[in-house]
């Protein structure tokens, strides 16, 4: 937590991003782990959810703030009538239980559609960028007031 004071950045404005996997290798650990950084504000987000052994209870014991939709899923969207139901419920799960919820690669204006009609608005992937060196990212975002993709605004 050092670096949070030497650099006086507010535990709120910082979050860890732990894997599902992860937590479930260590989870008696992991959970008093994750409760320390949350009482001192950090924000917690279950990173490839969907990807381990999901449970339920997970969500519950380690009280995260953010679910991560694992791009596995995005992928395979419009090839698996399964996934869209997926992650319909996933997004629909994490609103009620008070979560954000991000989808990870996204890549394609038709999943990013699919993805706002079921009410996530939090999007990571190749659509927006590439991975970026901090300067070109800094560059990037001092140019755009927003996206365009398709010469379309994306918000």
Do not use: W
């Not at 006086?8 to 992860?22: A, G, R």
């Not at 419920?89 to 009620?96: E, F, P, V």
């Amino acid at each position: 937590m050092g670096f949070l004071t030497n650099y006086k950045i507010p535990p709120s404005c910082f979050e860890l991003e732990i894997t599902e996997k992860m937590l479930i290798a260590n989870m008696v650990e992991a959970s008093s782990a994750v409760r320390q950084l949350r009482e001192k504000g950090i924000k917690i987000s279950i990173d490839d959810f969907g990807t381990g052994q999901s449970s339920l209870n997970y969500i519950k014991s380690f009280a995260a703030d953010t679910l991560k939709i694992d791009r596995l899923f995005i992928r395979d969207l419009f090839s698996d009538q399964n996934v869209g139901a997926i992650l319909e419920t996933i997004i629909m799960l994490a609103r009620h239980l008070h979560l954000e919820i991000v989808a990870e690669g996204v890549e394609t204006v038709s999943q990013l559609n699919f993805l706002r009609a079921q009410g996530c608005h939090k999007v990571q992937g190749y659509l927006y960028s590439r991975p970026l060196p901090l300067d070109k990212m800094t560059e990037l975002l001092k140019t755009r007031d927003c996206l365009q993709i398709n010469n379309r605004a994306v918000a």
